[in-house]
């Protein structure tokens, strides 16, 4: 086989490994931000269902000040009851009563319904608090181990980065300028085997003469189609 050949199949092992860590790299960081986003959206739902236990607190502390107040009035007003003498005065106080009466039923009931959404919303809080702690510590976990794994990429990318770099300095100029730009296509591919006349790249079939000459390896071939380097 070319000696030239045999440099660029090296070349591109190396930088196929270059290219799998950084593949490795950028699937780390997105499920880093996976997590994290999951992480966030947890944060917010035991946020906002905090805040609606707080608030149901506060309309609870304010709808009982409300009924004390009633349920004063209230006496008060039959208090002057057994006082009043005229059946206006007396119908009029009834009549105030009766309103103290129908306003402490409503925050009675008003009570009641804010209570048993208490119980249910602290439950959910309960669930939550456990849930974003129980994730918060496996996320962290997830994350560490994944920056873990981007710092192994980064130092084993640079390994062979550097020696594809050392390398490539040993192809011809010509050969060596050529290579280079097809490696630093897409996908990253400069050099592809034959399977008989078919390029493996692209799946173009080349002349058989040119399949020859590329499977004898007198001759420095590329791909009729693609423009790779073929062996």
Same mark, same amino acid.
């Given at each position: 086989?070319?000696?030239?050949?045999?440099?660029? #199949?090296?070349?591109?092992?190396?930088?196929?490994?270059?290219?799998?860590?950084? *593949?490795?790299?950028?699937? *780390?960081?997105?499920?880093?931000?996976?997590?994290?986003?999951?992480?966030?959206?947890? *944060?917010?739902?035991?946020?906002?269902?905090?805040?609606?236990?707080?608030n149901l607190k506060l309309d609870l502390k304010k709808n009982e000040l409300a009924l004390e107040e009633t349920e004063l009035k209230k006496k008060k007003l039959e208090h002057r009851l057994?006082?009043?003498?005229?059946?206006?005065?007396?119908?009029?106080?009834?009549?105030?009563?009766?309103? $103290?009466?129908?306003?402490?039923?409503?925050?009675?009931?008003? #009570?009641?319904?804010?209570?048993?959404?208490?119980?249910?919303?602290?439950?959910?809080?309960?669930?939550?608090?456990?849930?974003? $702690?129980?994730?918060?510590?496996?996320?962290?976990?997830?994350?560490?181990?994944l920056d873990k794994k981007i710092s192994d990429s980064l130092e084993e990318a640079g390994i062979y980065r550097e020696k594809f770099n050392n390398l490539l300095g040993s192809l011809s100029?010509?050969?060596?300028?050529?290579?280079?730009?097809? #490696?630093?296509?897409?996908?990253?591919?400069? #050099?592809?085997?034959?399977?008989?006349?078919?390029?493996?790249?692209?799946?173009?079939?080349?002349?058989?003469?040119?399949?020859?000459?590329?499977?004898?390896?007198?001759?420095?071939?590329?791909?009729?189609?693609?423009?790779?380097?073929?062996?």
């Amino acid at each position: 086989m070319n000696n030239e050949i045999s440099i660029m #199949i090296e070349l591109q092992h190396f930088w196929d490994i270059v290219m799998k860590c950084e *593949s490795d790299i950028e699937r *780390s960081k997105k499920s880093i931000k996976t997590w994290e986003t999951r992480l966030n959206e947890l *944060s917010e739902k035991l946020s906002a269902s905090n805040t609606h236990v707080k608030n149901l607190k506060l309309d609870l502390k304010k709808n009982e000040l409300a009924l004390e107040e009633t349920e004063l009035k209230k006496k008060k007003l039959e208090h002057r009851l057994d006082q009043l003498k005229s059946e206006r005065e007396i119908e009029a106080q009834n009549h105030e009563i009766a309103l $103290s009466e129908d306003v402490k039923d409503r925050l009675e009931s008003a #009570i009641l319904e804010i209570l048993d959404m208490l119980e249910k919303s602290e439950i959910e809080l309960a669930e939550f608090k456990k849930e974003f $702690s129980e994730s918060e510590q496996q996320v962290k976990n997830d994350i560490l181990s994944l920056d873990k794994k981007i710092s192994d990429s980064l130092e084993e990318a640079g390994i062979y980065r550097e020696k594809f770099n050392n390398l490539l300095g040993s192809l011809s100029s010509v050969n060596q300028s050529r290579f280079a730009k097809l #490696i630093s296509s897409k996908d990253g591919v400069a #050099i592809a085997k034959l399977n008989g006349e078919i390029c493996s790249r692209c799946n173009f079939q080349i002349p058989s003469s040119l399949a020859v000459s590329a499977s004898s390896g007198n001759r420095i071939e590329t791909c009729t189609n693609c423009g790779r380097f073929i062996y």
